[in-house]
């Protein structure tokens, strides 16, 4: 759902079987990122759209739990964590804003966890190929 400030214009933007949740505009303002369930709860992807509910595209097919769903300051990238390597174990994965570009593993190299989300935190260019490692600018 969107709404105003004052609590009118609902307006629902999903509406498919299973729980869409955790929301959040991206920096610009242009694009909504959530995740969406399966009907049974067992399976959550990464989904953006526009903030009028139109243009939604699925950017995970893990066939696991995805979850938190954020997208970087920057506006390029998507940063998630899932189970997707083992079911009790989370692990941060890094896609590219439109999802194009395969999912790879976010290894904190001289970072705390606190600075993840922080403006000044980009990939390093000297990341091996499926893998992000960050660091400050």
């Known amino acids: 759902y969107v709404m105003r400030a004052d609590g009118s214009g609902l307006k629902r933007l999903t509406n498919v079987n299973g729980y869409d949740g955790g929301p959040f505009f991206s920096p610009d303002g242009k694009r909504i990122i959530w995740r969406r369930f399966d009907e049974?709860?067992?399976?959550?992807?990464?989904?953006?759209?526009?903030p009028d509910?139109?243009?939604?595209?699925?950017?995970?097919?893990?066939?696991a739990m995805s979850w938190a769903p954020y997208i970087h300051p920057t506006?390029?990238?998507?940063?998630f964590s899932s189970n997707k390597l083992g079911f009790e174990n989370f692990e941060l994965f890094m896609v590219d804003i439109d999802g194009k570009?395969?999912?790879?593993?976010?290894?904190?190299?001289?970072?705390?966890?606190?600075?993840?989300?922080?403006?000044?935190?980009?990939?390093?260019?000297?990341a091996r190929p499926g893998q992000i490692m960050a660091q400050h600018i």
């Open 40 to 50: 049974r709860g067992l399976i959550a992807d990464v989904w953006t759209m526009n």
């Open 53 to 63: 509910g139109t243009d939604q595209r699925q950017i995970t097919h893990f066939g």
């Open 75 to 79: 506006g390029q990238y998507i940063i």
């Open 101 to 126: 570009t395969g999912v790879m593993t976010v290894t904190l190299k001289d970072v705390d966890n606190r600075d993840l989300w922080s403006v000044d935190i980009e990939p390093r260019p000297d």
